[in-house]
């Protein structure tokens, strides 16, 4: 019975579709009842018209060893545990964009991009610093996957080539890469975490 539930929800979402090419009519059950819906004629036959909402459908993980399943939920603890901070990073960086393109003037252009380091380095002092090695380098990913652009192409668009030099030099001596990038064929797990936390696109 619930197979056929599912097979009448999954036809009148279905019927969405054509419905866009067929006329829909309001249908009122009875003078009693208090829900309403609509109608579509498909092939002859009256269907309810039903808008829902998207459904993703995630396959269960099905894990080979104990050691994967507890590799695999490590890596989704970090995830979890470094997201904010590349949500942060994106946003910021974005605000900063929006706020250079308002104005010509270099001072001000300075500024801005002063206040935005200030407060990315507030941040890397009160948290980041206390990252693991790993929690490291998934934030890396996530920051480009957040906004299309390495860590090492931010730094060096906005504080210069030297900047970023520097900052690589002492990423490299943590064991990191900030011109590391995300691939989504190539973190597969990654991106599953992330799309069942309901984080879908990504900029490429």
């Not at 619930?2 to 279905?14: A, R, T």
């Not at 249908?27 to 009256?46: A, C, F, P, R, S």
């Not at 090695?133 to 668009?157: A, C, H, N, P, Y």
């Amino acid at each position: 019975m619930k197979f056929i539930g599912f097979l009448l929800l999954f036809s009148c979402s279905l019927g969405v579709v054509k419905a866009q090419e067929r006329q829909a009519s309001p249908l009122v059950m009875g003078k009693n009842d208090t829900i309403k819906t609509y109608l579509t004629n498909i092939d002859g036959e009256l269907v309810p018209m039903i808008v829902t909402s998207e459904i993703r459908i995630v396959d269960v993980r099905i894990f080979k060893s104990r050691a994967d399943r507890d590799a695999y939920n490590r890596l989704r603890y970090n995830v979890y545990k470094v997201l904010p901070y590349a949500k942060f990073a994106a946003e910021r960086y974005e605000k900063l964009q929006r706020n250079l393109a308002t104005t010509a003037d270099k001072k001000r252009q300075k500024l801005m991009v002063d206040t935005c380091e200030t407060q990315i380095k507030d941040l890397f002092k009160r948290e980041i610093e206390n990252l693991t090695i790993s929690q490291g380098e998934v934030l890396i990913k996530l920051i480009d996957r957040q906004t299309g652009t390495t860590s090492f192409e931010m730094v060096k668009e906005l504080k210069g080539g030297l900047k970023a030099f520097m900052f690589q030099s002492v990423a490299r001596f943590f064991g990191h890469n900030l011109k590391e990038t995300y691939d989504p064929n190539e973190e597969r797990d990654i991106e599953a975490i992330l799309q069942q936390a309901g984080y879908y696109s990504y900029k490429n």
